[in-house]
């Protein structure tokens, strides 16, 4: 009988697969990319690792060794399971005292003696066929358990919950499946102080916290792409996607396999094969035109800057002056106190233009502001999105994690009186939820005159009154984000954001019908209310611009400030005044009204 103890090298075990593992085969690709099936004896085939399966293995190996985790990134059928559970059981065999825990979704899909997809199936299939000098005593006394009496090592095997592999200890763990894991965020905390090496192992089910395992650079990653496959990947080459703007891999098997999906953008393909995670499961957006205006519209700023107020008054009289409430003292403030400096937070696709009252946004434009509101303290971004409505575009984006609601109320304040445009302040439409209700007390405080209502419902469906914000419910955000995602699809709302897009495509159905970020699936409501992000941001945005529409004619639009016409237009109103014209105007854009104060109210435009 050989050693029970062999070298502990990669090379060492990669030499037992192939002459000692077996594999339960069902289906293979022939050389027209077509998948036929195999059966008889021809199903029970040597290992006979590929390339990629043998690098996999040395990955495999080493985060067990060094105690490192690991995420492994696959599509399906490439044989990853199989090859994590055969390490595992390799060193089981051979190496003394050594405990590995096997989870999957159900406990079915772990130990099953009767379904060659279950796991332990698979290790029992491949330890039944090895030679008497090289088998120790292996058993396997009851369901999700194996036990090696020659060297007290043990494989466990359980369903997932959210206390999976809390307490105990283990030489490592491996999370199959895990992008279909509810509970999978609090099992990776529940491991992390059982075992240091985590190996997480799915094809993608859409976004979530598996996708952002693999993304956010926190795990060492493996990436199993079926194009590695010896017989999918036969005839491999690259093309060209020009609706998206994509290099892609294909091959007569990727072909066929598409043309039985209906399409290459298709969630199946997404999931199966490509390793798309934004585009496989339940992704709320259309992935197809968040990939196009990516490719066709997505660019860096034109300019990084931040907001500030270079006064002796305080911000908030500054701020409540512009707007048209003057205090009786004589103080004088302009839009020229404001400064721009570098690299803040306020990110702008447009130019701007040098007017009597500083640099500013072309005042010919007509503007709209969506803003949801975080936490602050770096723990959520507060979010401002400005759409420019003529150019069908948003022109600008303010992202602040560490902002609170207070600060954020004058920053919004400040950003709408500096952008003004043709309806000398842009419309302000704001999620009233959670943080967002302080946020409108506080502008309301500061006579911010343009803020967005709703309409509100009493008893029996009757109109009860309005109220400023938009505020989200189940209903009210399905209806909004449908709306921008509509707009998305037609370029009717280009967004030149790549952040902003890219969020959106982590935009999930979860499982309750309501709509969000796919790794806040599982937090709770009160959770979910204090993130704010892009997405809601640029979705209120829409919702404010189509409650302005576009300015009809030109004629309606103001001249440039410091213009010849700008001057006219002055005279004119300075002539009426001497007439006995009136002090107020009071001017309509769109359902949206606003009453501009002559001289008794301060605000001069």
């Given at each position: 009988?050989?050693?029970?103890?062999?070298?502990?090298?990669?090379?060492?075990?990669?030499?037992?697969?192939?002459?000692?593992?077996w594999?339960f085969?069902?289906?293979?690709?022939n050389a027209a990319?077509h998948?036929v099936?195999?059966?008889?004896?021809?199903?029970?085939?040597p290992?006979n690792l590929?390339?990629?399966q043998?690098?996999a293995?040395g990955?495999?190996f080493?985060?067990?060794?060094?105690?490192?985790?690991?995420v492994v990134?696959?599509?399906?059928q490439?044989?990853?399971?199989v090859?994590?559970s055969?390490?595992f059981?390799?060193?089981?065999?051979?190496?003394?005292?050594?405990?590995?825990?096997?989870?999957?979704?159900k406990?079915?899909?772990?130990?099953?003696?009767?379904?060659?997809y279950?796991?332990f199936?698979?290790?029992?299939?491949?330890?039944?066929?090895l030679?008497?000098?090289?088998?120790?005593?292996?058993?396997?006394?009851k369901?999700?358990l194996?036990?090696?009496?020659s060297n007290?090592?043990?494989?466990l095997?359980r369903a997932?919950?959210?206390?999976t592999?809390r307490g105990?200890?283990?030489?490592a763990?491996l999370?199959?499946?895990?992008?279909?894991i509810a509970?999978l965020?609090a099992?990776k905390?529940?491991?992390?102080d059982?075992t240091?090496?985590?190996?997480a192992?799915?094809?993608?089910?859409?976004?979530?916290?598996?996708?952002?395992?693999v993304?956010?650079?926190?795990?060492?990653?493996l990436?199993?792409?079926w194009?590695?496959?010896?017989e999918?990947?036969?005839g491999r080459?690259?093309?060209y996607?020009?609706a998206?703007?994509?290099?892609?891999?294909t091959?007569?098997?990727?072909e066929?396999?598409?043309?039985r999906a209906?399409?290459r953008?298709?969630?199946e393909?997404a999931?199966?094969l490509?390793?798309?995670?934004?585009?496989?499961g339940?992704s709320?957006?259309?992935?197809v035109h968040?990939l196009?205006?990516?490719?066709?519209?997505a660019?860096d700023p034109?300019?990084?800057?931040?907001?500030?107020?270079?006064?002796d008054?305080?911000?908030?009289?500054?701020?409540?002056?512009?707007a048209?409430?003057?205090?009786?003292?004589?103080?004088?403030a302009?839009?020229?106190?404001?400064?721009?400096?570098t690299?803040?937070n306020?990110?702008?696709?447009i130019d701007?233009?040098?007017?009597?009252k500083?640099?500013?946004p072309?005042?010919r434009?007509?503007?709209?502001?969506?803003a949801?509101?975080?936490?602050g303290?770096?723990?959520?971004?507060?979010?401002?999105s400005?759409f420019?409505i003529?150019?069908?575009?948003?022109?600008?984006?303010?992202?602040?994690?560490?902002i609170?609601?207070?600060?954020f109320?004058?920053?919004?304040?400040?950003?709408?009186?500096?952008?003004?445009g043709?309806?000398?302040?842009p419309?302000?439409?704001i999620?009233?939820?959670?943080?967002g209700?302080?946020?409108i007390?506080q502008?309301?405080?500061?006579?911010?005159?343009r803020?967005?209502r709703r309409?509100?419902k009493?008893?029996?469906n009757?109109?009860?009154?309005?109220?400023l914000?938009?505020?989200?419910?189940?209903?009210?955000?399905?209806?909004?984000?449908?709306?921008?995602?509509?707009?998305?699809?037609t370029d009717s709302?280009i967004?030149?954001?790549r952040p902003a897009?890219?969020e959106?495509?982590?935009y999930?159905?979860?499982?309750n019908?309501?709509?969000?970020?796919?790794r806040?699936?599982?937090?709770?409501?009160?959770?979910?209310?204090?993130h704010?992000?892009?997405?809601?941001?640029?979705?209120?945005?829409?919702?404010?611009?189509?409650s302005?529409?576009?300015q009809s004619?030109?004629?309606?639009?103001?001249?440039?400030?410091?213009?010849?016409?700008?001057d006219?237009?002055?005279?004119?109103?300075?002539?009426e005044?001497?007439?006995g014209?009136?002090?107020?105007?009071?001017a309509?854009?769109?359902?949206?009204s606003?009453?501009?104060?002559?001289?008794k109210?301060?605000?001069?435009?």
């Open positions: 009988m050989m050693s029970m103890v062999h070298e502990l090298c990669p090379e060492a075990a990669i030499l037992w697969f192939n002459a000692f593992g594999l085969k069902q289906q293979r690709v990319g998948q099936s195999v059966k008889g004896k021809a199903t029970n085939v290992a590929w390339p990629c043998d690098d293995i990955q495999v080493e985060a067990i060794h060094d105690g490192h985790d690991l990134d696959k599509s399906r490439m044989g990853v399971t090859l994590i055969g390490i059981n390799w060193w089981f065999l051979y190496q003394p005292a050594s405990v590995f825990l096997v989870m999957s979704e406990e079915a899909l772990v130990d099953n003696p009767d379904d060659p279950s796991i199936w698979k290790l029992d299939y491949i330890n039944d066929r030679a008497w000098w090289a088998k120790p005593d292996i058993r396997h006394p369901r999700l194996l036990t090696n009496k007290g090592s043990t494989i095997g997932t919950t959210a206390d592999g105990g200890a283990l030489l763990a999370i199959d499946e895990a992008a279909s509970e965020e099992i905390t529940a491991l992390a059982a240091s090496c985590r190996i192992n799915s094809t993608p089910k859409g976004p979530g916290v598996y996708s952002d395992m993304y956010d650079g926190s795990w060492p990653v990436q199993m792409p194009w590695n496959h010896p999918k990947g036969r080459e690259l093309a996607d020009e998206i703007g994509e290099v892609y891999v091959s007569p098997f990727y066929h396999r598409v043309k209906g399409g953008l298709t969630a393909i999931q199966e490509d390793m798309k995670h934004q585009m496989a339940s709320f957006f259309d992935q968040v196009r205006q990516k490719a066709q519209h660019t034109l300019s990084v800057c931040q907001l500030g107020i270079s006064t008054l305080h911000e908030d009289d500054w701020l409540r002056y512009i048209g409430h003057a205090k009786p003292d004589p103080l004088t302009t839009l020229k106190d404001i400064d721009l400096t690299n803040g306020l990110s702008l696709w701007l233009e040098d007017s009597r500083g640099m500013r072309p005042q434009m007509t503007y709209a502001i969506g949801d509101v975080g936490q303290q770096n723990a959520s971004h507060s979010v401002a400005i420019a003529e150019m069908g575009r948003k022109v600008g984006e303010l992202v602040d994690a560490s609170n609601p207070h600060e109320s004058r920053t919004l304040a400040l950003l709408g009186l500096w952008f003004g043709a309806t000398r302040i419309l302000l439409n999620e009233a939820n959670g943080p209700l302080t946020v007390r502008l309301q405080r500061l006579y911010y005159p803020i967005m309409l509100t009493g008893p029996s009757a109109k009860q009154g309005e109220k914000g938009w505020f989200s419910s189940v209903a009210t955000k399905q209806d909004l984000l449908q709306a921008y995602r509509a707009a998305l699809s709302f967004n030149p954001s897009l890219v959106a495509s982590k999930v159905r979860y499982a019908g309501s709509i969000g970020p796919g806040l699936e599982h937090e709770s409501a009160d959770a979910r209310a204090t704010g992000d892009r997405v809601i941001a640029d979705g209120l945005a829409w919702m404010a611009a189509q302005l529409g576009a004619h030109a004629e309606d639009i103001p001249p440039p400030e410091g213009s010849a016409a700008a006219e237009l002055i005279l004119q109103r300075l002539e005044k001497a007439r014209g009136k002090s107020n105007t009071r309509k854009h769109g359902g949206a606003i009453t501009w104060r002559g001289s109210g301060g605000r001069r435009w």
